[in-house]
C-alpha cells in the first residue's frame, strides 16, 4: 500500500550565529517531504505570567514565504519549540526567524534562537501521514497580541473506521476565554488548558482520502470543505471556546508539530503529563487573568493556588449518574478530613464515560504526605433543562491511573496512587475507598 518509510535528517549547510532580531538556517534535502524543525529558543525577561512581559513573538518563513508564528512563551530559559513547515522539495532551502516587534510584549526582551534540527519525512509511514494531513492553525482575532488561549500542543490518534481508518487531531491551547467556569473546570475536567479536537481525516484502506470533519462552533463536527496547502487543512479559531472555522480574517497563524498518542486507557490530559512545562504556563495564565484567590468560594469563578491542588485521573462508566471524588487529609493534631471534588455544587461533578481528572483544592500547607485515601461516590444526575430527572445507573471504576500534586515550579510530581479493578457505586449508597500508603 505505501512505499518504504524514509525519515531523513536534513543536512545544515549554514547557521546564522544567534541574533536578538534575526536568525538564518540553510540545509539541504535529498528528496522531498514534510518537514521538521524543532528550534531552540528563549526570551530574556519574559514571562508568561506577567503582564507586559509575556513573550516574544517570532515570525518564521520558509525561502521567503511566510509559514508561521511562534510566541516564546516558555520565559528565558532556552526551550525547545517542534514546529511543522510543511512540504519541502528536494534541494536547498532556507529558514528565516526574525522577532516580530508588534506581536511582540512590551517588555520582553530579545531573543535568542538556534535551529537544532530538521527532520524531513519521506514514504508512507503513519508519521509522513500524519505530518502531511497536520492542520495549520489561524489566530483568533481577539487573541493577536494578547497573549491568551495559545495553542501550545498538538497531538493525533489512529482509529479504525469501516471503510479504513481516521487520523484524529486535537489541540492543547493555554486557556479559554469562553465556556466553562474556571473552578468548574478543575473540578470536573482537572485542568484550566482547554483541549480541543479540530480536524479528523478518514483514509480508506488503501490510504485515499475519503472524507474530512473538523469541530465548528456549538461543537457542531460537519464535513470540511476549506482550503488546504499541500496536504495541509487551514483552519480559523472562531469561538472564544476555541472551535474552529474553514475561513477567516487572520492571517497569523502557528502549527505545533503533531505528535502521536495513543490514549487506550488513558485521558487526554495524558498529553500535558509528557510535557510538564504545560502546567507551568496553564498557571501563570490564571495568575496574569486574575483567577487566582486562596478564599474564592465555588461557583465564583476563581481558584486558589494550583500548588494546593490534588489531581486524579480515573477510567469507568459513569451513564446517567454523576461522580465524584474525595481525599482524606491530616490536619492538626493528626485529625483527619475529606475533601470532595464537587465543593458541594451538583455542577462540579463528573458526567461523562471513559478516563477522566478531577482537582480538588486541598486546606493551605497540606503536603502530598498528609492524603491518606481516595473516595468515588456517585450521585444522581441533575436533569437537562425542560427534561424529567434520569433515574441513575451505577457508576463503574475501573481504573484509577494516577493521584498528584505539583511541586513548586507547577509541574506534576510522583503518582501517589495506581489502581485497576471493579467497583460499583450507586448514587445515595456508600462510597468506594482506596488506602493511599
Not at 501521514?129 to 497573549?147: D, E, K
Amino acid at each position: 500500500m505505501f512505499a518504504a518509510d524514509i525519515v531523513l535528517l536534513a543536512l545544515s549547510l549554514a547557521v546564522a550565529a544567534p541574533s536578538p532580531e534575526t536568525y538564518t538556517h540553510t540545509f539541504d534535502v535529498a528528496a522531498s517531504g514534510e518537514a521538521v524543525v524543532v528550534m531552540r529558543a528563549g526570551c530574556a525577561r519574559c514571562a508568561w505570567g506577567e503582564q507586559g512581559r509575556e513573550a516574544a513573538a517570532l515570525r518564521l518563513s520558509v525561502d521567503g514565504t511566510y509559514s508561521q508564528h511562534i510566541l516564546l512563551a516558555r520565559g528565558a530559559e532556552p526551550a525547545d519549540y517542534r514546529v511543522s513547515i510543511g512540504a519541502v522539495a528536494a534541494g536547498r532551502h532556507t529558514l528565516q526567524i526574525e522577532r516580530d516587534a508588534a506581536l511582540s510584549a512590551k517588555h520582553a526582551g530579545p531573543a535568542t534562537m538556534a535551529v537544532d534540527e530538521v527532520t524531513v519525512l519521506v514514504g508512507g509511514s503513519d508519521e509522513f501521514v500524519a505530518q502531511s494531513m497536520a492542520p495549520i492553525l489561524h489566530a483568533r482575532p481577539n487573541t493577536v497580541g494578547r497573549f491568551t488561549d495559545l495553542p501550545i500542543l498538538m497531538w493525533y490518534e489512529i482509529v479504525p473506521t469501516a471503510r479504513g481508518r481516521q487520523f484524529r487531531y486535537s489541540v492543547i491551547f493555554t486557556n479559554e476565554d469562553g465556556g466553562t467556569a474556571t473552578d468548574r473546570l478543575m473540578a470536573t475536567w482537572g485542568r484550566t488548558t482547554d483541549i480541543e479536537f479540530v480536524y479528523g481525516a478518514e483514509l480508506d484502506s488503501a490510504g485515499r482520502l475519503v472524507s474530512e470533519e473538523f469541530q465548528g462552533p456549538g461543537h457542531e463536527v460537519p464535513a470540511f470543505k476549506g482550503q488546504h496547502e499541500a496536504g495541509h487543512p487551514l483552519l480559523w479559531v472562531s469561538t472564544d471556546n476555541n472551535m474552529v472555522s474553514e475561513s477567516g480574517p487572520t492571517r497569523v497563524r502557528y502549527a505545533p508539530a503533531p505528535e502521536r498518542f495513543d490514549l487506550t486507557n488513558a485521558s487526554r490530559e495524558l498529553v500535558m503529563d509528557r510535557h510538564p512545562w504545560s502546567y507551568a504556563l496553564m498557571a501563570d495564565e490564571m495568575k496574569r487573568e486574575g483567577k487566582i484567590a486562596n478564599d474564592a468560594p465555588p461557583n465564583s469563578g476563581r481558584i486558589p493556588d494550583l500548588r494546593r491542588y490534588v489531581f486524579i485521573e480515573g477510567c469507568g462508566e459513569v451513564g446517567t449518574a454523576a461522580l465524584a471524588f474525595a481525599v482524606e487529609v491530616s490536619g492538626g493534631r493528626d485529625a483527619a478530613t475529606w475533601v470532595a471534588s464537587d465543593r458541594g455544587v451538583r455542577q462540579f461533578r463528573i458526567v461523562r464515560d471513559g478516563c477522566f481528572r478531577a482537582a480538588i483544592p486541598l486546606p493551605p500547607g497540606t503536603q502530598a504526605r498528609d492524603i491518606h485515601a481516595l473516595r468515588a461516590m456517585a450521585y444522581e444526575r441533575p436533569p437537562a433543562e425542560g427534561h424529567a430527572p434520569v433515574t441513575p445507573t451505577p457508576v463503574r471504576l475501573t481504573r484509577i491511573n494516577k493521584v498528584f500534586v505539583l511541586d513548586g515550579r507547577y509541574l506534576p510530581g510522583p503518582s501517589l496512587l495506581q489502581w485497576e479493578g471493579a467497583a460499583t457505586i450507586t448514587a445515595g449508597g456508600p462510597p468506594f475507598d482506596l488506602p493511599i500508603r
